[in-house]
């Protein structure tokens, strides 16, 4: 009991401290770093144009990136984000291309479609870790294959297409030069603040990643808690499957291989701790940032496609090494 | 009695599994694909099914891979079709050098080997002395009436980039090499060449970035289509009209953007009828045929809206 208010009281006293500040503006300073430098060594990384392609093109991994902080937070990891979003954008294009209704209401039956099979993938992963205490690694990863194994089946492995033209409209829509679907990726991003810092269940995440017995005495419903996280994750896989089908126009059931890892290595970057309990989604927005900028401007100053990738591999090592010591640094 | 009705239906099943080559007297065809994941190999699996129901004179077994380097279930597979004892083994390998050795234990044992799609490798045919001929399409030369296409549109000294396939996957190999050669022969000028390992969203982004960095291209070659889908996309975005697509493989989805405009050309390997015909000639071979040689030509065709 004892134990469970220190990690509760700690963590809230830390986020109006001096040092949580430092902490925080660590990777925003290694983001800011990024930026100037691709600034002075090309030519368009801050034009308009750019921007808004870079704002583009983290929205999918910023959105799996929330959902995957809440999951790392507790300590577990969702290794099935990229499949269960494929299989969501599937359900949602066969929705969307069902005939004999209208336009709006295909989009509606569609998101309503995406979401709730992101919403049951990621309950069934809450679930299962959570009931038996299974290592989340192995459940998502066999999550990773039922998922993509039903996306192919549901689409017989073809690609659909011909959605309607407003839903395109959604996926290409600007706000002052932002995109809309990236403002909703930010909602999410923010949502995700509240909940985390401003809510007992919020707080009780961290807790869990802390120490999950000591909530468990306190007479907390862990187990709920756990599998609410990983609902929240397979939501917001559902949720990128719907700004992935506006932004291309196409469901793939191939889409989203590999996406986890970025998504994970957003949420590390951010410096959110791989063994839960430490970290925060703004700390996610800023990781996905780096890893956004980083491959576009990347292809600006016109590394070879091997390069490009050996360059992002170290970058996380990197990140992750500086947060070590800046967890250690913190803790002084 | 239920127990020896099951017992009889397992005898049976492994009776079939063990090769119902000799219990028939249809000849058995083992079809062994890539990734089933992959549309290309899909249609090409139902169009095999057609085939085997059209022709009704040969048994066939056919099987996937969960992904396209997965090259280790194809040897296992090669290595099942020996032990049923099947007439045929019709492949489009994934590895052109690892699967070699397997085939040759396949020949060994007396039974007619096809290699489709993509071409096993020479060299590697060479040291372990095996003669086999190659059924598929020339996908140099199909990249080739596609970037010649662009090319003929555009004339000399127009900037263009290629998006690759899978660096290090033959026919990814194959096409870009077809893309630069239409790339000398009309004198374009090439600012950029990256991969989007085969896949839209990828190509929607790299394409993106590519564009920023080169904002006065005029052409962009896609090595599939897929890809090709995800450059239109960011070209819409981009409000860019001004810039030329041409793909690879005609797959549906492409359809509506040929017909619009938004894409110049693809190229179509009837891919559906690729392992059909294969399987058309390997029974050919069962039936005492000649032995194929050397490099058996499958039809390609430009698509163009005209």
């Known amino acids: 009991m004892a134990r469970q208010t220190d990690v509760l009281s700690e963590s809230r006293s830390n986020e109006f401290s001096l040092r949580a500040l430092i902490n925080k503006a660590g990777i925003g300073l290694a983001l800011l770093a990024l930026i100037i430098f691709f600034s002075v060594f090309t030519e368009h990384f801050l034009n308009a144009n750019n921007i808004t392609n870079i704002l583009t093109q983290i929205t999918i991994n910023l959105i799996l990136a929330v959902g995957m902080t809440f999951v790392i937070l507790i300590g577990g990891i969702d290794l099935s984000v990229g499949s269960v979003m494929a299989f969501a954008a599937v359900v949602a294009g066969k929705a969307i291309t069902l005939p004999g209704f209208g336009t709006t209401e295909v989009i ?28 989340s690694f192995i459940i998502t990863l066999g999550m990773l294959n039922i998922a993509r194994g039903a996306a192919l089946q549901v689409s017989e492995a073809q690609t659909i297409y011909s959605f309607p033209f407003a839903f395109e409209e959604f996926g290409s829509a600007m706000i002052y030069g932002i995109p809309v679907v990236f403002l909703v990726a930010l909602v999410l991003v923010l949502l995700a603040w509240f909940i985390l810092n401003r809510t007992v269940f919020g707080r009780l995440l961290y807790g869990i990643g802390n120490n999950e017995e000591a909530v468990r005495l306190a007479g907390h419903p862990v187990f709920w808690y756990k599998v609410a996280a990983f609902t929240i994750c397979g939501l917001t896989a559902g949720i990128a499957a719907i700004v992935y089908m506006a932004r291309l126009n196409i469901s793939s059931p191939i889409a989203g291989i590999g996406f986890e890892l970025n998504a994970i290595a957003a949420v590390i970057i951010g410096g959110t701790s791989l063994s839960g309990g430490r970290g925060s989604v703004i700390g996610t927005l800023i990781g996905a940032f780096i890893i956004g900028v980083l491959a576009n401007g990347l292809i ?20 992750v090494v500086l947060d070590h010591y800046r967890a250690k640094f913190a803790a002084k | 009695m239920k127990f020896m009705k099951i017992a009889a239906a397992a005898a049976t099943s492994i009776a079939l599994l063990a090769g119902s080559a000799q219990a028939e007297d249809k000849p058995v065809v083992g079809l062994i694909m ?54 045929a083994i019709v492949i489009a390998p994934a590895d052109s050098r690892a699967m070699v050795r397997p085939l040759k234990r396949a020949m060994e044992a007396g039974i007619v080997v096809i290699n489709f799609d993509v071409s096993l490798d020479a060299e590697a045919k060479k040291q372990q002395g095996v003669e086999l001929a190659f059924v598929g399409p020339d996908n140099r030369g199909g990249a080739k009436l596609a970037g010649d296409a662009l090319g003929e549109l555009l004339g000399a000294g127009s900037k263009v980039v290629i998006i690759e396939g899978n660096p290090g996957a033959d026919n990814a190999n194959e096409r870009r090499l077809g893309f630069e050669a239409s790339v000398e022969d009309y004198k374009l000028d090439l600012v950029d060449s990256r991969t989007a390992h085969w896949e839209t969203e990828e190509a929607n982004t790299v394409f993106s970035n590519i564009l920023t960095a080169h904002p006065d291209i005029q052409g962009v070659m896609a090595a599939n289509d897929s890809m090709a889908i995800g450059v239109v996309k960011a070209l819409e975005s981009a409000g860019r009209k001004d810039i030329t697509v041409v793909g690879f493989d005609n797959i549906p989805a492409v359809g509506p953007m040929i017909k619009d405009g938004r894409m110049l050309a693809t190229v179509d390997q009837f891919g559906q009828d690729m392992a059909a015909n294969s399987i058309d000639l390997a029974l050919d071979v069962i039936a005492g045929g000649p032995q194929l040689e050397g490099w058996v030509k499958t039809p390609i065709e430009l698509v163009t809206n005209k």
């Not at chain 1, 600006?300 to 990140?319: N, Y």
Request: charge should be negative; hydrophobic fraction near 45%.
């Open chain 2, 34 to 87: 890539k990734s089933l994941a992959n549309e290309f190999f899909q249609n090409m699996l139902e169009g095999a099914k057609e085939h085997e129901k059209k022709r009704g004179d040969y048994e066939l077994r056919a099987v996937g891979m969960q992904n396209e380097t997965d090259f280790e279930s194809q040897i296992n597979a090669v290595e099942n079709f020996i032990t049923q004892g099947v007439d």
């Open chain 1, 300 to 319: 600006l100053i016109g590394l070879s496609d091997f390069m490009r990738q050996m360059i992002t591999g170290v970058v996380i090592i990197i990140a």
């Open chain 1, 108 to 135: 509606l039956l569609a998101c309503l479609a995406a979401i709730t099979a992101g919403f049951v993938c990621g309950l069934l992963n809450g679930v299962i870790s959570s009931y038996w205490a299974l290592p």
